[in-house]
């Protein structure tokens, strides 16, 4: 059996399409499908069904698919291991970030992972706390820092800070920072018009649960996802926005903005570290998740 072809079949049951799959392993989609009809060819199996949604695996499929899993990872951890006899860590690992934090954490965590690991390859790769999910869910990322991440049958999420939200508004003008507006109750808040991301990205539904709590609901002005353009909105008068202080900090114009504290005690969201339960981790993960806890602290603004 062809590792090779092991891996591609890997990867496109993994992602439930030949298209994705062809995207992240870096292959011509024909090149793709005929490697994995040889795999089938030589197991005398049909491994996977296409259809127009996609590919998804057979009974037989299924059973090399966790099969094939533990294979893979057997053989990263021999390169990784090889490695070490060479006097260091090797292998590649993917992490996912937010893109608040991903602004702030993507250069100290490279230089401390070229400076730990220099025979390792780190991939970062941004989004929304759902689809970084998914990414670890399908294998594409090892590793992700989630908003409010929960412990699953498919996932292991341990805290790793809590980052304060702010009631976000355009500065009036003349208005200076000093001294800064006080706090707003949450009550408050559910009465004012939000520019806010689409459901389900993690703020969104922190912000609703929280609010259900005390019997209201939000008043959606605008739903855009992208905290800049969020931002814009906001100082173009079309509403506020709840933003962790990190994404204000590091947008191109704080100044342009108020902050307030929601509540008393301050609102805050969960930032967690997740992993694949399904795939359990290699060495140069482990030092990358070590490598993780010990820089975000250090950068990402928190309570």
Known sequence: ??????????????????????????????????????????LRQTLLVRNGRGAVPTEAGKTLLEHGRGILHQVQRAKEDLGRLRGGLSGRV??????????????????????????????????????????????RLDIAVLYNAQTTRELDATALMDEELLLVRARPPGLHEDPPPGPVTLDDVAGLPLVIPTRPNAIRMHVESAMAAIGRKPEVALEIDGVQAILD???????????????????????????????????????????????????????????????????VPHA
């Open 94 to 139: 993917a992490v996912g970030l937010p893109n608040s934090v991903a602004r702030v954490l993507t250069v100290p965590l490279t230089r401390a992972f070229r400076e730990q690991m220099p025979d390792a390859r780190l991939s970062i790769s941004e989004g929304l706390s759902h689809s970084l999910e998914a990414g670890l869910v399908s294998g």
């Open 1 to 42: 059996m062809d590792l090779r072809q092991l891996e591609y079949f890997v990867r496109v049951a993994e992602l439930g399409s030949f298209t994705r799959a062809a995207i992240e392993l870096d292959v011509a989609q024909p090149a793709l499908s005929r490697q994995v009809r040889l795999l089938e060819v030589e």
């Open 233 to 299: 909105l906001v100082r173009d008068g079309a509403g506020c926005a709840i933003l962790s202080r990190n994404a204000l900090l590091h947008s191109p114009r704080p100044s342009a903005f108020t902050a307030q504290q929601i509540g008393s005690p301050p609102m805050h969201i969960r930032l967690s570290l997740a992993t694949s339960l399904q795939r359990p981790a290699t060495p140069v993960q482990e030092a990358t998740l070590k490598l993780i806890r010990d820089t975000a602290p250090q950068v």
